[in-house]
């Protein structure tokens, strides 16, 4: 089942990542306390990364007809902002302890 997410982190002094995107419910779960690297998307050298935490993350709505028609318009997934499936490469353990 699809939702519109929206993204609101706080990289501290650097600023906050923000995005809006549709997604599945359970994918959203199972990217929720998984460690991303955004790279140097608040500047140059800004290197943020970290774990996403469920705080991260609201659901705005899972109102299936309206999600069907705000993806006729808008698009799926990423709508504006940051959406961090696009980040998400998988996660190796040993890499982040």
Same mark, same amino acid.
């Given at each position: 089942?699809?939702?519109?997410?929206?993204?609101?982190?706080?990289?501290?002094?650097?600023?906050?990542?923000?995005?809006?995107?549709?997604?599945?419910?359970?994918?959203?779960?199972?990217?929720?306390?998984?460690?991303? !690297?955004?790279?140097?998307?608040?500047?140059?050298?800004?290197?943020?990364?970290?774990?996403?935490?469920?705080?991260?993350?609201?659901?705005?709505? %899972?109102?299936?007809?309206?999600?069907?028609?705000? #993806?006729?318009?808008?698009?799926?997934?990423?709508?504006?902002?940051?959406?961090?499936? %696009? !980040? !998400? #490469?998988?996660?190796?353990? #040993? #890499? !982040?302890?």
């Amino acid at each position: 089942m699809k939702a519109i997410f929206n993204l609101n982190c706080d990289c501290g002094r650097m600023g906050n990542l923000e995005g809006l995107f549709t997604a599945n419910i359970s994918d959203v779960e199972n990217i929720i306390g998984k460690h991303i !690297y955004f790279g140097e998307v608040l500047g140059k050298h800004s290197d943020i990364n970290g774990v996403l935490e469920k705080s991260d993350i609201e659901m705005l709505s %899972d109102d299936q007809k309206f999600i069907e028609k705000f #993806e006729t318009i808008m698009g799926s997934g990423t709508i504006s902002g940051i959406n961090p499936f %696009d !980040y !998400y #490469e998988g996660e190796n353990e #040993e #890499e !982040y302890e």
